[in-house]
């Protein structure tokens, strides 16, 4: 409130507040001196001319009465009178009003006020049973009271107007003094020199003008002195502007001259890791050669530190190639028809050994409202769930771990798919989940040291379900478990619903179950074949009852057995373990073993083979489907009870069946796994003799499968296979049991560099042969192995037809690996290689328009060595080769057309496999210059040998109609 305001409420409220209440309080008084008046003016009046009207009453005078009556009706203020006697009305003058109408008799005078009314009621004592009732008008009385209240409020009115302009005058008087000093201060807040305040003031405001001046005065001061270093302080800013400006240009420039350093750099790297092969690989052939010939002792050790510091050369350009390909960062999704649930499948039968050595219970739950196919990237979503499963499984002791499958959203063919893996293992406090997927972070610093791990795992999972539109995160508690999902946007064309494998007509199951998840899954999965679920297993047709291994040993198969026979229905016997000997094992007619995690097809094969009396043999564990499961709308009992677990082997008639026990005792068994019909078949004819028993597998899901229903002795593994590769397959493998992480497996594979040699060995692999087989290695290799050799023919020493044509693969391509191109004839390496080296170092190569032409399309003499100088068995490899050229035509060209580099690597790759056991030196050159090319190069690079390849294709093909050869054939 201003001082103004305060000034005018103290000058004229207050006076004015108190004048009103001294003249409410005279009006008030005022007014009931008027009433207390009039009341005993009715009062006497009606006292004196009530003894009248009772004597004129008594004497029935009705004009005495009459003339008393009007006396009182002279009285200004009576509105009507009325004379009772005994309840009769007299008299009446003038009209009664409401409230006088109501009046009884009184026993004395008696006066009532109603506002405006006022009621007179007198007895007449000279007369029994009669009264008086006058009406009063009491409008006078407030008329008057209304009067001196306008006399009262004009009163107020001119005292207020005298007050307020005393206090305005005041008021100015005081206030502007203090309005020009405010004024001034505004002008000192505005930045502006304002006048001094005059000084003619009374004392006090005069004091405050003198300390404004003095105000005024210092503020001068300060902004002279301010100004003065706004000046200095910006003629130093400026320099120092044009300081930074420089230092800006020139980090600019350095900058720009260090992107261009780098991307120097990366040319540099790249084209020098080309340039430096050739003459390296070069070295190392003709080192090969020189080690073949006659040396003494110390001509030999000099070799062998050439070889050695060649083989390290090789290996720091090759990790040199790496890095500049790494710098790239370039990543392409593919977007093709994925079958989800055969996907997690595969995954959960590579991680079930693992998960089976700790006890753990390995569960999928695929919901039914999932596509049976959708699309996406296969390799990227594996991935994921891989390391996923694998983390869960790794940081688990004990429980369970479930990979949950469900559609979140769906609209038309988009919908969104939430992918969940939950586990009961150490769990993570809030701190860990915030920083769990950061690249090279784990959830503490000793996890890396307990568990292992780099803690990238979770940083590429990340940035790929990113990229491919998803979000990943974690619910989880320390101590007690944790759940990693993520969703992802993706479609499908296929059906929602999945047709049931069986329709088993009512077909009475016993289930005996004790982990809850794993038993409601059994029991959604018969619920949908159409099964009667009984409580003992007399009453069932069959029964499926999970025991624990140990029932399996040797001291317990007894109770077990008896158990079995007692029962009238074939068991299907659940372990949460690898596969035993089931014949070993001695169970009665109808009963199996399955291991855990189940598939369903798996399921519905040893079910529908069960009830139709009939033995199923493990196969292939993939690709199989996991129960499905329905969608989340539908009625469960629980989320859990809704699926199944994931690939286990199948059962089926192994199409090579693996050696009987007693015959493993005489002979050594071997695993030969190879996608190719003629690679399969040539190792076999290699290496099959009377101290080998030979097992051929056609995938790596195939030989899983053989791997957990027999110990082998050795494993010949190919590397790059549809499905479960060779690396997959082999660290699956190791994992079965701790016998097979002691077996051999060798790999066998066309193309391999020194780097991913090394790679190989890591992976879990013992020793790595290159195709075409050396037969002194593969010999010596056997020797070392499994004790015996190959037979005398097959391990002739090689021969010069052996090293024919062997370093025209060297001067092929500047990236070919030396152990591959030793095929290649020593004077042709001599004569390429010198005039390669004979060139200007500088000068970019490209022998595409010439490539091979020196070499001739057929060699029976190099087949027949190949083939371990079986010369009839190398006509036929030759003759399989050509009868398949057709097909890997078709193949090599849809995939040109697709520009699907990797479709057309696999084609090269299997065409590469099958030229190096066959007399196709021209051919074989080509292939395997072709594949270093699309590996180093990509398509663009191969496009030029291609018409080479066609007429090396052309030749074989003539040469197998003309010659009439059979093509090979035999047991895959």
């Not at 292939?620 to 989340?632: G, I, Q």
């Not at 057309?897 to 074989?924: F, K, Q, T, W």
């Amino acid at each position: 409130m201003s001082l103004r305001t305060r000034l005018m409420l103290a000058l004229v409220g207050l006076p004015l507040l108190l004048l009103g209440l001294a003249i409410s309080l005279a009006l008030y008084q005022d007014h009931g001196l008027r009433e207390a008046a009039m009341e005993e003016n009715l009062s006497t009046a009606t006292r004196l001319v009530a003894p009248e009207l009772g004597e004129a009453l008594s004497l029935d005078d009705i004009a005495g009465v009459q003339a008393a009556a009007n006396r009182l009706m002279d009285i200004p203020s009576v509105r009507a009178l009325r004379l009772v006697q005994q309840d009769q009305v007299v008299l009446e003058l003038g009209r009664l009003r409401a409230e006088a109408l109501n009046v009884e008799a009184p026993g004395q005078g008696l006066l009532t006020q109603h506002y405006r009314q006022w009621v007179l009621t007198t007895p007449i004592t000279a007369v029994d049973g009669a009264y008086l009732i006058l009406d009063i008008d009491a409008s006078l009385l407030l008329l008057a009271t209304y009067s001196d209240i306008a006399r009262g409020a004009m009163i107020l009115l001119v005292c207020g107007l005298l007050l307020f302009l005393v206090a305005f005058t005041l008021g100015r008087r005081l206030t502007q003094p203090l309005d020009d000093i405010a004024h001034l201060l505004d002008q000192l807040a505005a930045g502006r020199q304002p006048h001094h305040l005059p000084l003619d003031h009374p004392l006090e405001l005069a004091e405050l003008g003198r300390r404004v001046n003095a105000l005024i005065d210092h503020q001068a001061r300060a902004r002279e002195d301010l100004q003065q270093q706004i000046e200095h302080a910006t003629s130093e800013l400026q320099e120092s502007m044009e300081t930074i400006e420089v230092q800006n240009i020139e980090l600019d420039m350095a900058h720009r001259q260090a992107v261009e350093a780098n991307r120097v750099k990366s040319e540099f790297l790249a084209n020098m890791s080309h340039e430096i092969r050739t003459p390296l690989n070069g070295i190392i052939g003709f080192c090969r050669l020189l080690g073949r010939s006659s040396l003494d002792p110390r001509q030999r050790e000099w070799l062998d530190q050439v070889q050695r510091a060649c083989d390290n050369l090789m290996s720091l350009v090759n990790d040199v190639l790496d890095f500049s390909k790494l710098e790239a960062g370039r990543l392409v999704l593919e977007q093709v028809p994925v079958d989800l649930q055969s996907l997690v499948d595969e995954v959960l039968g590579l991680q079930a050994p693992l998960a089976q050595q700790k006890g753990l219970q390995l569960l999928s739950l695929i919901y039914d409202d999932v596509p049976a196919e959708i699309t996406g990237d296969p390799l990227r979503l594996r991935q994921i769930i891989t390391n996923l499963v694998n983390n869960a499984i790794k940081f688990t002791d004990r429980g369970e771990i479930i990979v949950r499958v469900m559609v979140e959203q769906s609209r038309h063919e988009r919908f969104t798919l939430r992918i969940s893996v939950s586990d009961t293992g150490i769990g993570l406090s809030d701190s860990q989940q915030r920083r769990l997927f950061q690249a090279f972070r784990q959830a503490t610093a000793g996890h890396s040291r307990q568990y292992g791990g780099t803690g990238l795992g979770l940083a590429i999972s990340r940035q790929l379900i990113e990229q491919m539109g998803g979000t990943i995160g974690v619910d989880s508690t320390l101590d007690h478990g944790s759940t990693f999902h993520f969703t992802l946007p993706l479609t499908s064309t296929a059906s929602q619903v999945r047709a049931p494998e069986l329709a088993l007509d009512q077909a009475s199951i016993f289930v005996e179950e004790p982990h809850g998840p794993t038993r409601r899954a059994l029991l959604h999965m018969l619920e949908q074949w159409d099964a009667r679920v009984v409580a003992s297993p007399q009453q069932a047709a069959l029964a499926l009852e999970a025991i624990a291994i140990e029932e399996l040993e040797e001291g317990r198969i007894g109770e077990l057995r008896a158990r079995l026979r007692q029962r009238n229905c074939p068991t299907l016997l659940l372990i949460n373990a690898g596969l035993p000997d089931v014949p070993g094992l001695g169970l009665p007619d109808g009963s199996s073993v399955l291991s855990k995690p189940l598939a369903r097809q798996t399921l519905a094969e040893a079910v529908e083979g069960a009830l139709a009396g009939t033995r199923h043999r493990p196969s292939l564990p993939a690709p199989t489907t996991p129960p499905a499961l329905p969608s989340r709308q539908s009625h469960v009992p629980d989320e859990t009870s809704t699926a199944a677990p994931a690939a286990p082997p199948q059962w089926n008639n192994s199409p090579t069946p693996p050696p009987s026990p007693d015959t493993q005792t005489s002979m050594a068994s071997l695993l030969i796994v190879d996608d190719s019909e003629t690679n399969r078949l040539l190792l076999r004819e290699l290496v099959e003799g009377p101290e080998r028993r030979v097992t051929l597998a056609t995938s790596g899901e195939e030989a899983l499968a053989l791997a957990q229903q027999q110990l082998y002795d050795m494993v010949l593994m190919d590397i790059r296979m549809g499905g479960m590769d060779g690396v997959e397959t082999t660290q699956a493998i190791r994992q079965l049991s701790p016998a097979w992480a002691k077996r051999p497996i060798i790999a066998v594979t066309a193309h391999v560099l020194e780097h991913q040699r090394r790679a190989l060995l890591q992976s879990g692999m013992d020793d790595v042969l290159i195709k075409p087989l050396d037969t002194e290695c593969l010999d010596r290799l056997l020797r070392e192995r499994l004790g015996s050799g190959l037979t005398e023919t097959t391990a002739a020493p090689n021969s010069p037809v052996t090293d024919k044509y062997r370093q025209d693969a060297s001067d092929a391509d500047d990236s070919v690996e030396p152990a591959v191109r030793d095929q290649a004839h020593g004077k042709a390496l001599g004569k390429n290689l010198g005039k390669n080296l004979g060139k200007d170092q500088g000068q970019t190569r490209d022998n595409s328009d010439d490539q091979g032409n020196d070499l001739p399309d057929i060699d029976i003499a190099l087949g027949t060595r190949l083939a371990g100088g079986r010369e009839a068995l190398a006509r036929q490899l030759l003759a399989s080769l050509g009868a398949s050229l057709d097909e890997t035509r078709r193949e090599i060209e849809a995939a040109l057309a697709a520009e699907d580099e990797e479709a057309l690597l696999d084609s090269i790759h299997a065409l590469n496999g099958a030229c190096r056991y066959c007399g196709v030196p021209r051919m074989a050159l080509l292939v395997e210059t072709l594949e270093t090319r699309l590996r180093s190069r990509g398509i663009d690079g191969v496009r030029p040998l291609l018409p080479t390849l066609e007429q090396a294709m052309t030749q074989v093909e003539r040469w197998q109609q003309d010659s009439g050869e059979t093509p090979l054939k035999g047991p895959v």
